[in-house]
């Protein structure tokens, strides 16, 4: 009979493509796990991976098995889940993604409260871009993640807890950006710095603006939202930032204009997202509450 453990070792061989590293996160030998693997393999009758010196590859029937082993794994977390709604809200572990527009700037204002009213409560956080955080939701690796929307989250729930408008940061010395409200047809486009590929505040701004990525200068793209504002200090240029993130970005610069971005809003929104057949819902929910008091202060 197929074991859950097999199961689990198969998972982390595809997802490392190498036997030991697989074992290292398995907290187990590597001989102990491919010999559970070569069992189950000789129960099938199959071959799920071929091996040789180097590479690790999976066969055409393998691939359909781990993906059936991926919703086995899935649905075996939500029937442990199951158990623990029963327990008191957030007494077990919760693993959290985040993207990095976000992470910095909302968890200082609202974990120190979860922490003071849950002390117990254990909470994994990962910072990663939206793509990735979507896809280890869908798979089980992670409990919920927050994200910005909109984002495609085809097969999700999605619990929205906040919205927000973009804000034009730019040197004091751009004499071009004085007012306190700006819109998209006053930018020059070739000016403006936004993050780098992936991040979806780049595309959720060029949307709103209605701009193309190829109108928008190529000299300089960013990793963090910190970094940007440092270029707009340098006088390279002008970027947005959600005004989540005003205060932590500005706090210490006296030479830098904020202007909104008077176009139709809110420009994100700002929310939770699970599988739709999460059985902690309730945890997101108490969460989602103590977030909206904190940030209503």
């Known amino acids: 009979m197929i074991t859950l453990k097999q199961i689990h070792y198969a998972l982390a061989v595809e997802k490392t493509r190498h036997f030991k590293k697989a074992a290292d996160i398995c907290h187990v030998s590597q001989s102990a796990l491919s010999t559970a693997i070569s069992e189950m393999e000789k129960q099938l009758d199959i071959h799920i991976f071929e091996r040789d010196n180097k590479k690790v590859f999976i066969t055409p029937i393998g691939k359909q098995l781990l993906q059936k082993a991926h919703q086995i794994k899935i649905e075996v977390d939500e029937f442990y889940q199951l158990s623990k709604t029963q327990k008191k809200l957030l007494s077990y572990p919760l693993s959290v993604g985040i993207i990095p527009t976000i992470g910095p700037?909302?968890?200082?204002?609202?974990?120190?409260?979860?922490?003071?009213?849950?002390?117990?409560?254990?909470?994994?956080?990962?910072?990663?871009?939206?793509?990735?955080?979507?896809?280890k939701v869908k798979n089980g690796d992670l409990d919920t993640a927050i994200i910005a929307l909109p984002y495609p989250t085809e097969g999700l729930h999605t619990f929205e807890f906040l919205q927000e408008d973009f804000f034009l940061i730019s040197h004091k010395s751009d004499a071009l950006?004085?007012?306190?409200?700006?819109?998209?047809?006053?930018?020059?486009?070739?000016?403006?710095?936004?993050?780098?590929?992936?991040?979806?505040?780049?595309?959720?701004?060029?949307?709103?603006?209605?701009f193309q990525k190829t109108e928008i200068g190529r000299s300089f793209s960013g990793t963090s939202l910190y970094t940007l504002?440092?270029?707009?200090?340098?006088?390279?240029?002008?970027?947005?930032?959600?005004?989540?993130?005003?205060?932590?970005?500005?706090?210490?610069?006296?030479?830098?204009?904020?202007?909104?971005?008077n176009e139709p809003g809110?420009?994100?929104?700002?929310?939770?997202?699970?599988?739709?057949?999460y059985a902690g819902v309730k945890n997101i929910e108490l969460l989602i509450k103590i977030f909206r008091q904190q940030l209503n202060q």
């Open 229 to 261: 504002i440092q270029m707009v200090c340098a006088r390279m240029g002008v970027t947005f930032v959600p005004k989540m993130a005003l205060d932590q970005l500005l706090h210490d610069s006296n030479e830098l204009n904020v202007a909104h971005l």
């Open 177 to 210: 950006i004085q007012d306190a409200e700006i819109s998209s047809h006053e930018l020059d486009k070739s000016n403006l710095l936004l993050l780098e590929d992936g991040h979806c505040l780049k595309d959720q701004a060029l949307a709103i603006c209605q």
């Open 266 to 277: 809110p420009h994100r929104k700002i929310a939770f997202i699970t599988r739709l057949n």
């Open 105 to 135: 700037f909302l968890l200082p204002k609202v974990l120190p409260e979860v922490r003071r009213q849950y002390p117990y409560f254990q909470i994994m956080l990962e910072e990663a871009q939206s793509h990735v955080l979507v896809n």
